[in-house]
């Protein structure tokens, strides 16, 4: 439910997005992973504070700059990007499991259930398929065996050789884990770039798998690649606020 004075609206809007929610109980207080306890108002990477977007807007194309620009008027000093340094293996763990479902139904639920029993990767995997019989869950032990393996990557290449991942998710875990250059592309973000001059197709994963977005021949056509060109440092960032736009919990552009 989002809180109504200002300073709780904006940790509201800049949480309802973000893995690191599924750490947080209901009154947004740490239960998972490091710093237990904590209050996420008290945080700067989890209450989102430590990003500011004015910092980046330079790094906007000119074509996309006035839009862009009032998107950060209007959100700027509110919406944040949270993260939780220190976290990053639950939070593959919830990245993973938002693959066509709900976040707020059904990851959670999940999460909070495995969490509960255990926060070590190899006793999840023991656990997951037990659950539920989503195939997300009974996915999960493969891919944290595979994330293991892999050394536990931070690197979008490797990433996309765990199985099961593919370019929302590597993007989705790389941008709540503090690489703003990652926008994961999915329905709403789709809805709402065009508005903002930004019209692309979804990435291909097997081109994902074999180029990077500077060297991959679909990325002047890709919302992935052009949102990486053209918005820099903003990408993930204006990912988060189209997500809260379509969602239509903030106001868009008219």
């Known amino acids: 439910m989002m809180r109504h004075s200002r300073e709780d609206r904006c940790l509201s809007l800049t949480l309802y997005p973000s893995l690191t929610l599924s750490l947080l109980d209901e009154n947004y207080v740490k239960i998972f ?45 509110c919406i944040g990007i949270s993260i939780s340094p220190g976290d990053e293996d639950l939070l593959f763990v919830t990245a993973f499991l938002t693959q066509n479902t709900n976040y707020h139904t059904n990851v959670l639920r999940w999460i909070r259930r495995i969490f509960s029993l255990s926060e070590d990767l190899r006793e999840i995997v023991k656990i997951a398929s037990q659950i539920g019989r989503s195939y997300q869950l009974q996915r999960l032990p493969q891919a944290i065996e595979d994330y293991i393996r892999l050394g536990r990557p931070r690197s979008r290449g490797e990433l996309l050789k765990i199985a099961g991942v593919g370019p929302k998710v590597a993007d989705l875990f790389l941008l709540f884990t503090g690489d703003v250059t990652s926008a994961p592309v999915d329905k709403h973000f789709m809805r709402t ?59 868009g552009l008219a």
């Open 193 to 251: 770039a065009p508005k903002l001059g930004l019209a692309g197709e979804t990435p291909r994963a097997n081109y994902c798998r074999k180029y990077t977005c500077e060297t991959c021949p679909l990325s002047s056509r890709c919302l992935r690649g052009l949102s990486y060109r053209k918005l820099g440092r903003l990408a993930g960032w204006v990912q988060t606020v189209s997500y809260l736009i379509d969602k239509g919990l903030v106001g």
């Open 33 to 77: 992973g490091v710093k237990k306890g904590v209050k996420a108002s008290e945080d700067q990477y989890i209450s989102g504070r430590w990003y500011n977007p004015w910092r980046y807007i330079n790094d906007v194309d000119g074509d996309l700059r006035n839009r862009v620009h009032r998107l950060v008027e209007l959100y700027g000093d």
